[in-house]
């Protein structure tokens, strides 16, 4: 690891300032520090304030230890097993505080392949600066005096707009492979090029990512994809090759199939457009659009042994999820919001007798219309009949009774009612 090389700027020569950090976050850095702790915020909430950005997190450093901490604040928590933590709870609002970590090879288990297990050991500001991923996360906001400390050359790199690893990067990621993912998300996040020495070993050791647990990914998933960058992310994921230990399904598709890249394209368009409109999102509805083509692909397959495609089409859904769920893990509640909007393809190609009232108030139904808008863009055979669904819902229940009576098939003749037979006596 590199010697840290303190580097202190003044309050008036930075941007930083307490109007920007939140209230919860200023009462623990100014309890830590009344009772004689060191106590700085640190990492994505001073580096996004110096870059004019309001941050959402604001996690705090210290040379208390979590024991220490929780003695101070009533609504304290220790979590942690890999590193013990403390999170402060103010309702809904969480607060983490962190123990400088320190580097300490006799105390932090690895495994074979270098991956670190357990890192509990604690040390000093400086020796916490040099443990953290990238440059730009190690500048500490001192609530002393209120100045920046920088070890590890950060504010250059801020600069310059670039992400770069502290350490080298190979070995980083060694220890932990998810460093890959940070890098791409925070790059495309905050508009930093990864630096070039921090970029180069990410294709070779892609694959490492097969070490990870799928419960984490689906994690990191969330904050990669539900965050306004989707497009961007998507597409710096898959010239990493970090996409196919992601999402392998989607991945082996979008090679072959021109639609379906351009049908996650525009879901990844929609979808950034969704967070940056303050709109909800729910995680389910992209990764609907991300295993489609697999699951038409399973489906056909089972078409063509001679089941019915309806019968193929559900039985499809399970083993498609599963799959993806080897990688990046799906839970339930999430499944089932998928299964819906599959499932509402079939549903929504009947515009016509009772059964559309049914559909209109399906609980999925938006996210279904939604899907299918998305589909008809990529094919134009679906454009009428989305069409017809967007000018349903927005017709008077007058207009809705014509529609469905307009789109009757021509030739259905109404079924005879069967004449129940008298019983004789």
């Not at 915020?41 to 450093?61: E, H, M, Q, S, T």
């Not at 009949?385 to 469905?404: C, G, H, P």
């Amino acid at each position: 690891m590199p010697k840290p090389n303190q580097h202190i700027i003044p309050r008036d020569q930075h941007s930083v300032s307490r109007e920007f950090i939140s209230e919860n976050a200023l009462k623990v850095l100014y309890r830590l520090h009344k009772d004689g702790y060191q106590a700085f915020l640190v990492g994505g909430g001073v580096r996004d304030i110096l870059l004019g950005l309001r941050p959402k997190d604001f996690d705090i450093a210290t040379n208390a230890t979590p024991e220490e901490v929780k003695k101070l604040f009533r609504n304290c928590r220790i979590i942690g097993r890999r590193f013990r933590l403390a999170h402060i709870l103010y309702g809904r609002d969480i607060i983490e505080v962190a123990t400088f970590r320190a580097h300490c090879d006799d105390n932090i288990k690895q495994r074979n392949d270098g991956m670190i297990v357990r890192d509990n050991v604690y040390g000093t500001v400086e020796e916490d600066a040099i443990r953290r991923d990238f440059t730009v996360n190690a500048l500490y906001y001192n609530i002393a005096d209120f100045s920046i400390h920088d070890y590890c050359g950060g504010l250059a790199d801020l600069a310059k707009r670039q992400l770069k690893m502290i350490g080298d990067p190979v070995e980083r990621y060694k220890e932990d492979p998810v460093r890959m993912l940070r890098a791409v998300r925070l790059g495309c996040k905050l508009n930093l090029t990864i630096e070039d020495n921090t970029a180069k070993p990410i294709n070779d050791m892609a694959y490492l990512l097969e070490g990870i647990p799928a419960a984490r990914l689906w994690e990191e998933y969330k904050k990669m994809f539900l965050a306004g960058r989707a497009q961007r992310t998507f597409n710096q994921l898959k010239s990493f090759g970090l996409l196919e230990y992601l999402f392998p399904q989607t991945s082996k598709h979008i090679i072959h199939n021109d639609d379906f890249a351009e049908f996650v394209a525009l879901a990844l368009e929609n979808t950034d457009r969704r967070v940056n409109e303050d709109k909800s999102i729910n995680p389910a509805f992209l990764l609907a659009v991300m295993l489609w083509q697999s699951l038409m692909q399973r489906t056909d397959k089972l078409v063509n042994k001679g089941m019915h495609f309806n019968d193929a089409f559900y039985k499809s859904f399970n083993p498609t999820i599963n799959e993806q769920s080897q990688t990046i893990s799906i839970m339930k509640r999430y499944a089932v919001v998928m299964q819906d909007i599959w499932a509402l393809q079939l549903r929504l190609k009947f515009n016509f007798g009772k059964r559309v009232w049914s559909v209109l108030d399906h609980p999925r139904f938006r996210a279904g219309y939604d899907f299918l808008v998305l589909r008809a863009e990529v094919d134009p055979s679906l454009k009428p009949l989305a069409d017809w669904w967007t000018e349903f819902q927005e017709a008077s229940r007058e207009q809705r009774i014509k529609m469905i009576n307009q789109n009757k098939p021509k030739g259905q003749k109404r079924r005879p009612r069967k004449r129940k037979s008298r019983a004789s006596h």
